[in-house]
């Protein structure tokens, strides 16, 4: 198993771009979530889904959208880049009875940043 | 909301000696979890531990659920150790995980 891959590992975009990150888990779990890392801080959920066709915001969803057309997908949309978007942004999975629940499994990470 | 406390922020080791690491939360816990952050910055769950004790190697983690903390014990630290420890959980009704801000661990040789 791959676990969860994320692509792509590294991005620069500039002010008012727009860009999708992209998830993919293989280990056929319901719930899936993007975090975002700033610099020497925690994770912050940007989004999260319990499953195909459901999802649902997070802490710090302003800026950003989701889609969950599969089990195994699910892309975070960035819509027109702004500096305070620049960070590490890490996809997520569980298999746990609720959300939130159950071990989480991380991708790589994604670098991206906002000039 | 929820606050999470780590302790200590920094913590700076030789090689062979032993930590431990602390969780608090301001409310009831429930599903914690152990988290190391490697320098490359990738993420791996060490312990899926809600209440308890459970070890791993030279790893093992306490929850006293009911006290709301939670420590994460590493013993014979290795260089290989080095990296952040978050803790995370759910807390009180809320429907995500809370992540503390971590623990930077540094081990020399």
């Known amino acids: 198993n791959a676990g969860v891959t994320q692509t792509p590992k590294f991005r620069i975009l500039k002010i008012g771009q727009s860009m999708t990150l992209q998830c993919t888990q293989d280990?056929?779990?319901?719930?899936m979530y993007w975090y975002r890392q700033d610099p020497g801080m925690g994770l912050k959920l940007i989004y999260y889904s319990v499953g195909a066709g459901i999802t649902d915001k997070g802490e710090v969803p302003n800026g950003y959208n989701v889609s969950r057309s599969t089990t195994e997908d699910f892309p975070l949309r960035l819509e027109l880049a702004a500096p305070s978007q620049t960070s590490v942004y890490f996809c997520a999975s569980s298999s746990g009875q609720g959300i939130g629940t159950g071990e989480l499994f991380f991708g790589e990470g994604s670098r991206l940043t906002v000039l | 909301g929820i606050q999470v406390e780590q302790s200590p922020p920094d913590l700076i080791l030789q090689e062979g000696a032993n930590s431990t690491l602390r969780c608090n939360f301001s409310?009831?816990?429930?599903?914690l979890q152990w988290f190391h952050q490697n320098p490359w910055g990738q993420l791996i769950n060490l312990f899926y531990i809600p209440s308890g004790t459970k070890q791993n190697g030279r790893l093992s983690a306490t929850t006293v659920a009911t006290e709301r903390y939670s420590l994460l014990y590493i013993s014979s630290s290795q260089t290989t150790d080095s990296g952040v420890y978050f803790c995370a959980s759910l807390a009180g009704s809320a429907r995500q995980l809370t992540f503390g801000s971590g623990t930077q661990l540094t081990v020399l040789p």
């Open positions: 409310d009831s816990v429930n599903n």
């Open positions: 280990m056929n779990h319901n719930y």
